[in-house]
């Protein structure tokens, strides 16, 4: 039981202020939209990924998840286990989704909707398509909107490329699948589930 409260709270010391540091990196990256910014917020998610990569931890987690304890410190366990395995691929893997997946966010977010003979904001977008009722300024605000797809369509495929190569290496069948267990959910109940919503929206 010592052991495991040890590893807890040396854990908790390594990740807290990493975790506090990376949000108030992302916040401040959201903010100003700047590429440092993004890259920042990578770097230090792939110094957080690094912390969950290590195998011997990894191991040791296992094997606490499987003692009888306290509730909390059970689920405490599960939640840290889950963090360690998905971050179980080769660093550089981690390493080029972290990098990837941010440079796509900063796209997205710095892109503006060029529309009506001007930059749209997301707020002017979405104010225009509630409550215009010219079809032709809709279709043109809404198509503009849907540009930024043109934009991040090839970063888009070599992510998903990047993170299905991760979930195969950890054991999964694609990246869908091992997010769904991550996030504590089977892909089978998430299937009859949508299956049983069309049946009974179909009887009404």
Do not use: C
């Not at 990493?18 to 792939?46: H, R």
């Not at 909390?72 to 997946?101: C, H, T, V, W």
């Not at 997301?122 to 934009?151: F, H, P, R, Y």
């Amino acid at each position: 039981m010592d052991e495991v409260f040890q590893f807890l709270k040396k854990h908790e010391a390594k990740i807290k202020p990493m975790m506090k540091e990376l949000q108030l990196a992302y916040w401040n990256a959201t903010l100003s939209g700047k590429k440092e910014d993004y890259d920042k917020v990578a770097e230090l998610e792939i110094s957080v990924k690094k912390i969950h990569n290590n195998k011997d931890d990894f191991e040791k987690v296992k094997k606490f998840k499987e003692l009888k304890l306290d509730a909390l410190i059970s689920r405490q366990l599960e939640l840290i286990y889950y963090d360690f395995l998905a971050n179980q691929g080769p660093m550089e893997l981690l390493e080029k989704i972290s990098r990837k997946s941010n440079e796509i966010e900063n796209k997205f977010n710095t892109f503006r909707a060029k529309a009506l003979g001007r930059e749209l904001t997301d707020n002017q977008v979405n104010e225009l398509l509630k409550t215009e009722n010219d079809s032709k300024v809709l279709k043109e605000v809404w198509e503009a909107s849907k540009e930024i797809g043109l934009i991040v369509h090839q970063d888009m495929l070599e992510l998903v490329g990047l993170r299905n190569q991760l979930a195969k290496y950890i054991g999964f069948k694609n990246y869908y699948s091992m997010s769904l267990e991550l996030n504590e959910q089977k892909e089978d109940e998430i299937l009859a589930l949508f299956n049983n919503l069309d049946k009974l929206t179909k009887s009404v």
